[in-house]
């Protein structure tokens, strides 16, 4: 696993408004109220409701088949575009997108229509993470390793190894191969922060669903390398069933 790692550089289109450098400017001393210079803003058009799910460091094809080799999961990390290959759109959010439920009832619903995705109800509905109710998803707050719950797996956990006192010994964690984030959802209300992490795969953007109920979370990949936080950023990780080959080549 290599040491670098690779960022998007920011410019004037990650932001949603950009300056027009074409439009003339009025002098800092021209107005009556002799304040800063003043611009005019032109907004970027929304892009094909088809690219919603569209993340560009992620879904850049092109790069992506340029790879020697994906054996490792290297299609998973990020791939960003050329400076001068970036969108100039904005990534349209879904139909009938809702404010998000706040928390604490974010921890058990969120909005079927802010998260239009099927896909996990469907092949994880017998492990208890997620059904559909009517226009809402419910978490149970089931996992595949969490036959009685998240929180009967935290209290286990503890029971196990007495010394990762979540929430004085232990305050920040990373959850690898998160699902829908009922770890780190139910690590909350033990004054513990979790960040969730699962790449964008056959189970679309699974990240979406921790993010709608409050929990941080980014897709990522444990592949060829390293995520972009310095060692002993966390107090413990947690990885259920993740399917990561912690051993290969000898490392950890």
Known sequence: MQDDFDIGSVGANDTDLASDETAPQEPSNGGASGGPPRVRIGRFLVCPESMREYIPCLDNEEEIKRLPSTERGERFERHCPAQDKGLSCLVPVPKGYKAPIPWP????????????????????????????VKDKFRFPGGGTQFIHGANRYLDQISQMVPNVAFGSHTRVVLDVGCGVASFGAYLLSRDVLTLSIAPKDVHENQIQFALERGVPAMVAAFATRRLLYPSQAFDMIHCSRCRINWTRDGEL
């Open 105 to 132: 009832q974010s921890r058990d619903e969120v909005w079927f229509s802010n998260v239009p995705h099927t896909r996990l109800v469907d092949d994880k509905g017998g492990q208890n993470w997620i059904t559909k």
